[in-house]
């Protein structure tokens, strides 16, 4: 049938006059759809509309799974030379044809089908996915600022209904095969080895949905169904982001609600809207966030960390969380405190953690079995990594280490999860301090995906390098900070929120600060991130960076942490928590926001970050970028607050900042690092990525 032509990315095959067509990308361990697979598929697809096979079976020869997308990189240069709408409706056209084909055509899922692939086994009459817990089928686009271009939109909600359809798209929430069935998305499920045998199977049985399955997504989708739905989705939308911060999940709807029963016209509106969302700010910087997160990704890739048993000793909040987790992700674990009774609560939390994220009760059972106490720390003897998780003292630290370094094998490392204390300081006495370094997890350790790893002079790159593999196996995003007061997040963390606590003292609401802070674009206002994070916790990083920054703890700390009130854990603070939420006051209508009430929190980030970067805390200023994201929740559609100054102006930004030293004192100066080379360079140029 495909006599005479050559396929770099296509393999086919033909049996019985069923043909299979498997996506093997040339040079790349995924397979992300590039405009040349396109460009392959269109001529496939032009010869099977000419021999009308008696059935089309789609699948994938990556063990990775089916596609993870399109390929971003490319779509980033249509970007930069406008030719989006082109790239776009020419991929629509490749995936239009395959729909049209007069024979039965199913898509042979496993693994990750991400994106552009899942709107390619959209245009297929069926879909046959493998049951098992790697199958993930999701349309993400979201995440990059845009929404799916090559016909997700106009497709997924005419197949399953628009109320299942929008939320996956809204949020970009991936699928399993068994959530993808009783959507409605794929059409059965089986045992992966049986994958395409089954698929052979349904290409005979012919397509058939449920009548009322049909009936609810028809129903859905009529002109007065899009009329009433809309505004009702895009009010639950706004109450979660804002419309000129991400403007894609606005014009998600929108895109939907405008499209009629013909599918010609719902793609003309999906390219069209692709193409201008492109030109966006937020989809250039969320673009470029997606390239920071794979080069921490790739971070202690090919290198075997050698750590199957990891020591954990502390079993508070941070230490039992770190031990859970590194249990979860499958290693052996030992956790140690003093008393039993210490450990309890963290082995009762790991179990609510594989509970939740575990499905059957084996693999919990599993889990929690490779998470043991070890009151007595025997442990330490036979584990790889033991990482100290004790409370901020500089000297119980060193008098911990001197009593379980002598236990080390040859190659252990020692690890602390300090949060500021400089590693210089804690190295001191040690036998080994090539093999000690610094693991910094955020709190909730489940939920927050960046790690500090902590350097210091005196540190082994190869124990670095397994380090940052430990972290990759743990599916973290590990980022390497020199190990001065404060590593990376919490020195600029810090005067955020010391300036957020200062200004609640002066008598600005809790509210209106918290409300200002979102309006920027930060996940969490900073009154109720301090009460989250613990008064506690906040007075005793505050007290050790305070110096080094050149700032002061606010009045009003030490009140709150005397009379028992630390924030969230104990349901009083600076609010007061019922049920894991905070229940903030009321503002006086009357109540005047004080114009540069924005600036003052948010440039004394900016000012530090800089710093920083100045002072070498990290490689360059990318990975500064990915690592206040990923570690504080930096506004994501900024960018990271280099690349803000960047597009807010570095000049512009600098005057600001003087303007605020001038009226509210020193500590607004700008700091050394503002004259940085990097300040000046593209933001938008890809962070150096390999193609796969």
């Given at each position: 049938?495909?006599?005479g032509?050559?396929?770099?990315?296509?393999?086919?095959?033909?049996?019985d006059?069923?043909?299979?067509?498997?996506?093997?990308?040339?040079?790349?361990?995924?397979?992300?759809?590039?405009?040349?697979?396109?460009?392959?598929?269109e001529?496939?697809?032009?010869?099977?509309?000419?021999?009308?096979?008696?059935?089309?079976?789609?699948?994938?020869?990556?063990?990775?799974?089916?596609a993870?997308?399109?390929?971003?990189?490319?779509?980033?240069?249509?970007?930069?030379?406008?030719?989006?709408?082109?790239?776009?409706?020419?991929?629509?056209?490749v995936?239009?044809?395959?729909?049209?084909?007069?024979?039965?055509?199913?898509a042979?899922?496993?693994?990750?089908?991400m994106?552009?692939?899942?709107?390619?086994v959209?245009?297929?009459?069926?879909?046959?996915?493998a049951?098992?817990?790697k199958?993930?089928?999701?349309?993400p686009?979201?995440?990059?600022?845009?929404?799916?271009?090559?016909?997700?939109?106009?497709?997924?909600?005419?197949?399953?209904?628009?109320?299942?359809?929008?939320?996956?798209?809204?949020?970009?929430k991936?699928?399993?095969?068994?959530?993808?069935?009783?959507?409605?998305?794929?059409?059965?499920?089986?045992?992966?080895?049986?994958?395409?045998?089954?698929?052979?199977?349904?290409?005979?049985?012919?397509?058939s949905?449920?009548?009322?399955?049909r009936?609810?997504?028809w129903?859905?989708n009529?002109?007065?169904?899009?009329?009433?739905?809309?505004?009702?989705?895009?009010?639950?939308?706004?109450?979660?982001?804002?419309?000129?911060?991400?403007?894609?999940?606005?014009?998600?709807?929108?895109?939907?609600?405008?499209?009629?029963?013909?599918?010609?016209q719902?793609?003309k509106?999906e390219?069209?809207?692709?193409?201008?969302l492109?030109?966006?700010p937020?989809?250039?910087?969320?673009i470029?966030?997606?390239?920071?997160?794979?080069?921490l990704?790739?971070q202690?890739?090919?290198?075997?960390?050698?750590?199957?048993?990891?020591?954990?000793?502390?079993?508070?909040?941070?230490?039992g969380?770190?031990?859970?987790?590194?249990?979860?992700?499958?290693?052996?674990?030992?956790?140690?405190?003093?008393e039993?009774?210490?450990?309890?609560?963290?082995?009762?939390?790991?179990?609510?953690?594989y509970?939740?994220?575990?499905?059957?009760?084996?693999?919990?059972?599993?889990?929690?079995?490779r998470?043991?106490?070890?009151?007595?720390?025997n442990?330490?003897?036979?584990?790889?990594?033991?990482?100290?998780?004790?409370?901020?003292?500089a000297?119980?630290?060193?008098?911990?280490?001197?009593?379980?370094?002598?236990?080390?094998?040859?190659d252990?490392?020692?690890a602390?999860?300090?949060?500021s204390?400089?590693?210089?300081?804690?190295?001191?006495?040690?036998?080994?301090?090539?093999?000690?370094?610094?693991?910094?997890?955020?709190?909730?350790?489940?939920?927050?995906?960046?790690?500090?790893?902590?350097?210091?002079?005196?540190?082994?790159?190869?124990?670095?390098k397994?380090a940052?593999?430990?972290?990759?196996?743990?599916?973290?995003?590990p980022?390497?900070?020199k190990?001065?007061p404060g590593?990376l997040?919490?020195?600029?963390?810090?005067?955020?929120?010391?300036?957020?606590?200062?200004?609640?003292?002066?008598?600005?609401?809790?509210?209106?600060l918290?409300?200002?802070?979102?309006?920027?674009?930060?996940?969490?206002?900073?009154?109720?991130?301090?009460?989250?994070?613990?008064?506690?916790?906040?007075?005793?990083?505050?007290?050790?960076?305070?110096?080094?920054?050149?700032?002061?703890?606010?009045?009003?700390?030490?009140?709150?942490?005397?009379?028992?009130?630390?924030?969230?854990?104990?349901?009083?603070?600076?609010y007061?928590?019922?049920?894991g939420?905070?229940?903030?006051?009321?503002?006086?209508?009357?109540y005047?926001?004080p114009?540069?009430?924005q600036?003052r929190?948010?440039?004394?980030?900016?000012?530090?970050?800089?710093a920083?970067?100045a002072d070498?805390?990290?490689?360059?200023?990318?990975l500064?970028?990915?690592?206040?994201?990923?570690?504080?929740?930096?506004?994501?559609?900024?960018?990271?607050?280099?690349?803000?100054?960047?597009?807010?102006?570095?000049?512009?930004?600098?005057?600001r900042?003087e303007?605020?030293?001038?009226?509210?004192g020193?500590?607004?100066?700008?700091?050394?690092?503002?004259?940085?080379?990097?300040?000046?360079?593209?933001?938008?140029?890809?962070?150096?990525?390999?193609a796969d």
């Open positions: 049938m495909f006599e032509l050559r396929f770099n990315h296509w393999k086919t095959s033909e049996d006059n069923v043909v299979t067509l498997t996506l093997d990308r040339a040079n790349s361990s995924v397979n992300a759809i590039s405009r040349a697979v396109l460009d392959e598929l001529q496939i697809v032009e010869r099977l509309a000419i021999d009308r096979p008696a059935g089309v079976i789609i699948h994938s020869a990556k063990p990775s799974g089916f993870v997308g399109a390929d971003i990189k490319e779509f980033v240069e249509y970007a930069r030379h406008d030719t989006v709408l082109e790239n776009i409706e020419h991929g629509q056209r995936y239009e044809a395959l729909a049209q084909l007069p024979c039965p055509t199913v042979a899922i496993h693994g990750a089908c994106g552009g692939g899942t709107e390619l959209l245009a297929c009459r069926q879909r046959i996915a049951d098992d817990d199958t993930r089928i999701a349309l686009e979201v995440m990059l600022g845009i929404h799916p271009g090559w016909g997700g939109t106009a497709r997924l909600p005419r197949l399953i209904g628009a109320t299942e359809a929008l939320p996956l798209m809204l949020t970009g991936s699928l399993s095969a068994r959530r993808a069935l009783g959507l409605g998305v794929v059409d059965r499920i089986v045992a992966p080895a049986e994958l395409l045998a089954e698929a052979r199977l349904m290409l005979r049985r012919g397509a949905r449920p009548f009322a399955r009936v609810r997504a129903a859905s009529t002109w007065l169904a899009r009329q009433m739905l809309a505004p009702v989705m895009l009010k639950q939308t706004a109450a979660k982001v804002r419309k000129e911060h991400y403007p894609a999940p606005f014009a998600t709807i929108d895109v939907w609600k405008r499209g009629g029963s013909s599918i010609r719902r793609l509106i390219a069209r809207s692709v193409a201008k492109a030109r966006t937020t989809a250039q910087n969320l470029r966030i997606f390239f920071l997160q794979e080069r990704k790739g202690g890739a090919g290198v075997d960390a050698g750590i199957r048993h990891v020591h954990v000793v502390g079993a508070g909040v941070m230490g969380d770190i031990a859970a987790w590194a249990a979860f992700k499958g290693f052996e674990v030992t956790l140690q405190d003093r039993m009774k210490f450990i309890q609560p963290a082995l009762d939390r790991a179990r609510e953690l509970e939740k994220k575990l499905k059957t009760p084996e693999k919990v059972a599993a889990a929690t079995a998470l043991r106490a070890d009151v007595e720390g442990g330490v003897a036979s584990a790889e990594l033991a990482i100290e998780a004790i409370y901020e003292n000297d119980a630290k060193r008098a911990l280490y001197g009593k379980i370094e002598p236990q080390f094998g040859a252990e490392i020692l602390s999860n300090t949060s204390i400089p590693l210089d300081q804690l190295r001191e006495g040690l036998k080994a301090p090539q093999r000690f370094l610094g693991l910094h997890f955020f709190n909730p350790v489940a939920q927050m995906p960046l790690v500090e790893v902590v350097r210091h002079d005196q540190l082994d790159p190869a124990v670095e397994r940052l593999a430990f972290c990759k196996a743990i599916g973290k995003l980022v390497a900070v190990g001065t590593f997040v919490n020195r600029i963390l810090m005067p955020y929120l010391l300036e957020a606590l200062r200004l609640y003292s002066e008598g600005v609401p809790g509210p209106v918290d409300r200002e802070a979102r309006k920027f674009g930060m996940p969490m206002g900073p009154i109720e991130l301090a009460d989250t994070v613990g008064l506690d916790v906040c007075a005793s990083v505050g007290r050790e960076l305070a110096p080094f920054l050149g700032l002061e703890v606010p009045p009003g700390l030490d009140e709150k942490l005397d009379a028992g009130k630390r924030g969230k854990k104990d349901g009083q603070g600076l007061v928590w019922q049920d939420k905070p229940q903030k006051p009321e503002v006086d209508q009357h005047v926001t114009p540069d009430l600036d929190m948010i440039l004394p980030m900016v000012n530090e970050a800089i920083c970067l070498g805390v990290v490689d360059d200023a990318d500064l970028d990915a690592g206040v994201i990923f570690g504080t929740g930096f506004a994501p559609f900024r960018g990271g607050p280099i690349q803000y100054a960047r597009s807010e102006g570095v000049d512009k930004l600098k005057a900042l303007q605020l030293a001038q009226r509210h020193p500590r607004f100066l700008p700091k050394n690092g503002w004259d940085h080379p990097a300040l000046a360079q593209d933001g938008l140029a890809l962070p150096g990525v390999s």
